[in-house]
């Protein structure tokens, strides 16, 4: 992934691109926005424009050091993460002594900390000294979707770099102009994404709208409704499921109150849709989405995900 593949972020490339030219470089960086707009993506461009060895400020994408950072492979980028919701102190130490080393390649070196909002309050002070004085050609770049988490102290000695969702419909063009997906399709993924560039393509990869309608059809709509479509699910995929669910009666919500039909999600379903819209009211509906909020919440706690989504089914099926 380079600059140039880059969708709907126009504004965070071109300052990006600017302090590359310039060779105006921050020692660190805070990539902050939503989840999937391509905060990530960016943070790997970077650092192949940094080390490019085509001398590529977009990064060739080819050369032997573009393709190792592309595949976390290359020795002077690291990306920092928390595997226990955390990130502890012992990781900030470790990219304090990888600074103090040259680069193995002799180009930058960059520590990309993902989930900058979960370092500890020691962890956090000690990037401080780290960020007070970071060594020449060394950048660090914090990505999280919430900036208001990290210390003050950390944001003031950082340039910040916004990333912001896309408009919905012009992510629905892209999609079904340069990705070739099917109208009805590009629409679902940009509208459910809330125009998130990187989680539409995922849920394209995930076949979300096969997942949607087994949900759709199997539990929602089903003619024998049960709980037993879940019983085999991991908790990622009922979590997914749930998903789905808000979306549907959000539509169902939306079409009742007489929205535009650019609006409505799953507007390849509209015919079962307005159906249902027949048979629920507004006080229904509000439950219901209630409650798939709570189960989304219960989720989280390690309850049985089959008994939660048959109590959630309860409220859908009124025969
Ligand atoms: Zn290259």
């Not at 492979?73 to 920092?80: A, F, N």
Request: with cysteine.
């Amino acid at each position: 992934m380079s600059f140039n593949e880059i969708k709907g972020q126009e504004q965070a490339i071109q300052i990006l691109k600017a302090y590359l030219n310039n060779e105006h470089l921050a020692g660190g960086y805070v990539f902050t926005g939503p989840e999937g707009v391509g905060k990530r993506m960016a943070a790997k461009a970077l650092a192949k424009g940094l080390n490019c060895q085509d001398k590529n400020l977009n990064g060739c994408s080819v050369c032997s050091s573009c393709v190792r950072i592309e595949n976390n492979q290359h020795p002077d980028v690291h990306t920092i993460s928390s595997d226990e919701a955390q990130i502890k102190i012992d990781a900030v130490r470790q990219l304090q002594k990888e600074m103090s080393l040259r680069a193995y390649e002799g180009g930058y070196k960059v520590f990309i900390i993902d989930n900058a909002h979960t370092l500890t309050p020691e962890a956090s002070n000690c990037l401080l000294k780290v960020l007070e004085e970071p060594p020449k050609n060394n950048l660090i770049i914090l990505i999280t979707d919430k900036p208001s988490l990290l210390f003050k102290t950390i944001t003031s000695r950082c340039k910040i770099i916004k990333f912001l969702p896309f408009k919905r419909e012009n992510l629905e063009s892209i999609l079904e102009n340069d990705y070739k997906i099917d109208k009805d399709y590009a629409h679902f993924l940009a509208y459910f994404s809330e125009g998130r560039f990187g989680s539409a393509l995922r849920f394209k990869d995930d076949e979300a709208l096969s997942k949607r309608n087994n949900i759709i059809d199997k539990f929602i709509l089903a003619a024998n409704p049960s709980a037993e479509l879940f019983a085999s699910q991991s908790r990622e995929d009922v979590r997914g499921a749930l998903n789905f669910m808000s979306s549907w009666f959000r539509d169902i919500y939306m079409l009742k109150i007489g929205c535009s039909e650019r609006d409505i999600i799953n507007s390849d379903r509209r015919a079962d849709l307005s159906k249902q819209a027949l048979t629920f009211s507004f006080l229904e509906l509000d439950k219901i989405l209630n409650n798939i909020s709570v189960s989304i919440s219960y989720l989280e706690k390690n309850v049985n995900s089959r008994l939660l989504m048959y109590n959630l089914g309860m409220e859908l099926w009124k025969g």
